[in-house]
């Protein structure tokens, strides 16, 4: 079973493992005090006083001239939280019809509140998924999950076909203009044409119809090739 995590530490605690964790994605890399405010929209000396804090509890440590990271103790902590966000998103979508670009903002209103037994009883009746609505890996109950950077679609050739795994949740306008477009997980293109100095990408879907993506948008969809 994942160990308690909601019932030890503060909502506020949370929600800072949670952005450091996704901006030090990669080895040896640490978040600096304005990305971790920009991501929670607050200021950096609010920011500093709780770094100092969370270092005192053990779960985040700066690393001198360069940023903090978090701890194994934060990290576990971080992924415990992302299994509890992702698992609500799923729920919502799959039970309540909720839309993929609304579940994000329920989930973060949800996941401070519920019990890690609720949550493992969800699991349980969607049968341990191991995605959320938008692609994104759910950490499993020993809280080990693979997190790595996938290619995306400005990264395909000309003539390459790819399927759609992951789509950035940051902007729900995004996602709900993908879905528009007949664009979400599991669907299969074809990169047709690119434009220069980060021009639109033009693709080709499996129905036959062309969508124009801007490099933003395109950007933010991760792929497999096929």
């Known amino acids: 079973m994942q160990a308690a995590t909601s019932q030890a530490h503060s909502a506020p605690a949370e929600d800072y493992v949670k952005v450091i964790y996704a901006l030090t994605l990669e080895p040896d890399q640490t978040a600096s005090t304005s990305q971790i405010a920009e991501r929670l929209g607050i200021t950096a000396g609010s ?17 001198p ?19 509890r966000h992702r698992l609500l998103e799923l729920f919502l979508a799959t039970t309540l019809d909720i ?19 609720l949550i493992e009883l969800i699991a349980a ?3 341990d998924p191991v995605a959320d609505p938008h692609g994104d890996p759910i950490p499993n109950r020993l809280l080990e999950v693979d997190d790595r950077a996938q290619p995306t679609i400005v990264d ?14 940051s902007e729900p306008q995004m ?3 993908l879905s528009e477009q007949d664009i979400g997980i599991g669907a299969e ?6 434009q220069p100095f980060d021009g ?10 062309t969508r124009s993506l801007g490099t933003r948008l395109a950007r933010a969809i991760h792929i497999e090739r096929l």
């Open 200 to 209: 639109p990408c033009l693709v080709r879907l499996g129905s036959g119809e």
């Open 65 to 83: 001239y360069r940023g903090v990271r978090l701890t194994p103790a934060g990290r576990r902590l971080a992924l415990g939280v992302i299994r």
């Open 47 to 63: 920011v500093s006083t709780m770094i100092k804090r969370m270092d005192a509890s053990g779960l985040a440590e700066h690393v």
């Open 125 to 127: 009746k969607l049968g």
């Open 189 to 194: 293109l074809e990169l047709v044409e690119r």
């Open 175 to 177: 996602l709900r203009y």
């Open 156 to 169: 395909l050739s000309i003539g390459e076909r790819a399927r759609v795994v992951r789509v950035s949740d």
């Open 99 to 117: 839309p993929w670009e609304d579940v994000h903002r329920f989930a973060d209103a949800l996941e401070h509140a519920v019990s890690d037994e």
